[in-house]
Nanobody, 127 residues
Framework: QLRLVESGGGLVQPGESLTLSCTAP?????????IGWFRQVPGKQREGVSF????????NYADSVKDRFTTSRDNAKKVAYLTMSSLKPDDSGVYYC???????????????????WGQGTQVTVSS
């Protein structure tokens, strides 16, 4: 199964910004899939963070990140992005991207609707 690849994580201070990338491998039908971003901390369930439709015309965000995070994509480059600003310590975790071929059925950002998960990238927000 083809898997997406996340990158761009790191250690930042509260209030700073960070942009994550999600790259599709060769042969992946990127422009036919919506992309979701998720995060997970030890001992907790994976949480849906954002959704972007395959043509970028529909987006959705978890309440905890609205007005701070922005998702975008470049289908020609087969890359999706999550730009995070005003970061808080509670934003720390492993961030994953995943693909959904079912269109608006994935708007609610439930992990069970997604596949082609990447390996994740660690984001740590700490002073």
């Amino acid at each position: 199964q083809l898997r997406l690849v996340e990158s761009g994580g790191g250690l930042v201070q509260p209030g700073e910004s960070l942009t994550l990338s999600c790259t599709a491998p060769s042969g992946f039908n990127f422009d036919r899939n919506a992309i979701g971003w998720f995060r997970q901390v030890p001992g907790k369930q994976r949480e849906g963070v954002s959704f972007i439709s395959n043509q970028s015309n529909v987006k959705n965000y978890a309440d905890s990140v609205k007005d701070r995070f922005t998702t975008s994509r470049d289908n020609a480059k087969k890359v999706a992005y999550l730009t995070m600003s005003s970061l808080k310590p509670d934003d720390s975790g492993v961030y994953y991207c995943a693909a959904c071929p079912y269109g608006m059925s994935c708007y609610s950002i439930r992990p069970s609707n997604y596949d082609s998960w990447g390996q994740g990238t660690q984001v740590t927000v700490s002073s």
